[in-house]
């Protein structure tokens, strides 16, 4: 087993170590199960998230191998460039990568815990949604795009938020291992595909779009018909 950890979790390392084993026995308290599973875990006071990626097939098996990183290690490395950058996401702990016959098999990921309120549920979940909190997240994104970071699943389940005395909404972005960095703002075309996965709800899609274009400066019928044209492009090819 491959183990790579924070400085600052090193002497929780004999704790981190035995992850997988746990994880195998179901240890921990169950928080999602889809393609992934996640769990809290709990040690000596600490919290730990651990999310286990699915077993790779037998290509997969050799690209991780041998010519790409696992989402493991990436969710890992993109976590320090997020916060490198300014954009804030849970703090990684560690990542690990089990092999067998000299092959990879299944990588963990172990950041700290957020329990940060999802956007999702106040936008994209409530009829009559916060029209403040999204303009806030279209802020956030904007500067999320000046920065260089384009996250790879960009949808409002992985935007966690609260807000402060002041009434300023704060961020943290999750799910982040399929991100992409630019130097600088990327093109005005990777910034419209890049939000194209944002919602498939209509009406808050088109909020949404008219709030980004106002904030560029863009023109905003111009920019909401392009927008539709490519969330109508992505939803046809979902279903076939």
Same mark, same amino acid.
């Given at each position: 087993m491959k183990l790579v950890f924070s400085d600052t979790y090193?002497?929780?390392a004999d704790y981190i170590r035995q992850i997988p084993e746990l994880f195998e026995r179901g240890e921990g308290e169950l928080l999602y199960s889809e393609r992934n599973e996640v769990r809290r875990m709990e040690h000596q006071g600490k919290v730990f998230i651990v999310k286990r990626y699915k077993r790779v097939n037998?290509?997969?098996r050799l690209v991780y191998t041998f010519f790409r990183r696992t989402k493991a290690a990436r969710a890992y490395l993109f976590a320090q460039e997020f =916060?490198?950058?300014g954009i804030?996401?849970?703090r990684e702990i560690a990542y690990m990568e089990t092999f067998s016959h000299g092959l990879f098999t299944v990588?963990?990921?172990?950041s700290e815990e957020c329990l940060w309120r999802e956007v999702a549920i106040d936008l994209r979940n409530r009829e009559d949604y916060d029209r403040d909190l999204g303009r806030a997240v279209i802020q956030h994104l904007v500067l999320m795009h000046s920065r260089g970071v384009l996250h790879g699943d960009l949808n409002l389940t992985n935007f966690l938020y609260r807000r402060e005395a002041d009434g300023h909404y704060r961020f943290m972005l999750i799910d982040i291992n399929r991100s992409h960095f630019t130097d600088?703002?990327?093109s005005d075309s990777q910034c419209l595909h890049n939000m194209v996965r944002i919602t498939h709800r =209509?009406?808050?899609y088109e909020f949404l779009i008219r709030q980004y274009a106002l904030l560029r400066g863009w023109p905003i019928d111009a920019t909401l018909r392009q927008s539709l044209r490519l969330l109508d492009r992505f939803e046809h090819k979902r279903l076939f």
């Open positions: 090193r002497e929780y037998a290509i997969q =916060r490198r950058r804030d996401t849970p990588g963990y990921f172990v600088g703002m990327p =209509r009406d808050l």
